[in-house]
């Protein structure tokens, strides 16, 4: 384990479900929870984790074309209308992107205040070079989490019942505080 042969190993298991027709997302999420994930691999499972593109290998540069058009024509629009420049910076350019690509851009909109999306665009950045797969892997990203931030008050509720149930002590003196 410690002179590498257990990532070895964890990178022919990785080979071997990358092999699957179609790619099964469950086993590559099951891969990722319990093993490092190579770095030579991390772009393509992001990507098919987050849905940017599908199990079937067969469409993926299919796909990856589409959304480099859509990325190119997104940035061609925004330039056309003078929302972004060459001093934009390119956290901003992508949520301009992101919110010309939802329908919520508006021309009051102000890109600097922003705090959700442009710091996940920030960590992504730091992991994958081409721009394209930025966008998009933080577009995704940022969706997912968004998805997620309505079950929020429900897991809290839950979290107070079951400790409530299981330990009532803890629950009462957690009230108090």
């Not at 098919?48 to 997104?74: I, T």
């Not at 301009?96 to 508006?106: K, R, S």
């Not at 909109?109 to 933080?138: C, R």
Request: hydrophobic share 40%.
């Amino acid at each position: 384990e410690k002179v590498g042969f257990r990532s070895v190993e964890e990178k022919k298991s990785l080979e071997i479900l990358l092999k699957d027709k179609p790619l099964d997302r469950g086993k590559l999420k099951q891969f990722c929870l319990r093993f490092c994930l190579p770095a030579a691999y991390r772009n393509l499972i992001w990507k098919l984790l987050l849905g940017v593109v599908p199990v079937h290998v067969e469409c993926h540069a299919f796909v990856m074309d589409q959304r480099k058009q859509e990325y190119n024509d997104l940035l061609r629009a925004l330039n056309v209308m003078r929302i972004i420049d060459s001093c934009t910076s390119k956290p901003q350019v992508f949520l301009a992107m992101w919110l010309l690509q939802t329908g919520n851009f508006t021309y009051d909109i102000n890109l600097i205040d922003e705090k959700g999306f442009v710091p996940i665009v920030q960590s992504v950045m730091q992991f994958f070079d081409d721009e394209t797969d930025v966008y998009w892997i933080a577009k995704s990203f940022y969706d997912n989490v968004h998805k997620f931030q309505t079950d929020v008050p429900k897991l809290i509720e839950c979290s107070h019942n079951l400790l409530e149930k299981e330990d009532p002590d803890l629950y009462k003196h957690l009230q108090k505080i």
